[in-house]
């Protein structure tokens, strides 16, 4: 029973192309999330969503867009894919009693 | 606005002998401080974690964290470390807000020596 799944866990692409990653959470947290880890492992907020409403949007490209269908999936869509956007994306999702992370998708743009 | 600063991008020590991976955190309020280990290709596992209760915090695999607010600090310490303990070591802040977002530190990677 995965708490926070994360679908592809590999995803390799050209540049210029649309990609999708999936994420779903079946704890019955309230707010879900992505991070993004770049080459040197850094991680770095993306998105917060709460009970499917936009809290913060950190400083990322327009061309990155987090889809929340209901409370337990908040997808990321990403429109013409760069080589920059190559990093390991995790999803996650926290309650007052604390946080759970997926198991991250990484990302290669070639 | 909080942050934590992790002093080592690289710690190395030989196996069975202390481990300490420093940190030190900035928050204007008292903080919700974690410790999360990732292993080579692996996703991110708890540790521990501080929330104003204890100042000694004991989390798994023998590791423990105490929170020092004179200094700041929230240093990750273990007695005998094992080959398994090699990994990447993130200090973490949350922000507290209704989003809770975390604020990683750029990380440890502990090395262990047989």
């Known amino acids: 029973d995965t708490a926070v799944s994360q679908t592809p866990k590999y995803l390799v692409t050209q540049m210029g192309n649309d990609k999708s990653i999936k994420c779903e959470q079946n704890?019955?947290?309230?707010?879900m999330y992505w991070y993004k880890q770049d080459s040197k492992k850094f991680l770095k907020i993306m998105f917060s969503y709460n009970n499917k409403e936009l809290i913060i949007n950190e400083t990322v490209p327009n061309r990155f867009s987090p889809k929340s269908p209901d409370k337990a999936h908040l997808n990321l869509h990403i429109n013409s894919l760069e080589l920059g956007d190559s990093a390991v994306y995790f999803c996650?999702?926290?309650?007052?009693?604390?946080?759970?992370f997926g198991s991250g998708t990484r990302l290669t743009v070639v | 606005a909080q942050s934590v600063t992790q002093l080592d991008s690289h710690v190395s020590v030989s196996e069975g002998t202390p481990v300490l991976l420093r940190c030190n955190y900035s928050s204007s309020y008292s903080p919700s401080l974690f410790w999360y280990v990732q292993h080579p290709n692996k996703g991110l596992q708890l540790l521990l974690k501080?929330?104003?209760?204890?100042?000694l915090v004991k989390g798994i695999n023998g590791f423990e964290a105490e929170f020092k607010k004179s200094e700041t600090s929230f240093h990750l310490t273990k007695p005998s470390a094992h080959m398994s303990d090699a990994a990447e070591y993130f200090c973490?802040?949350?922000?507290?807000?209704?989003?809770?977002?975390?604020?990683f530190g750029t990380g440890t990677r502990l090395t262990v020596i047989p």
């Open positions: 996650a999702s926290s309650q007052w009693n604390g946080y759970t």
């Open positions: 704890l019955g947290h309230d707010t």
């Open positions: 973490v802040v949350s922000d507290q807000t209704g989003a809770n977002n975390l604020f």
């Open positions: 501080y929330t104003s209760a204890a100042t």
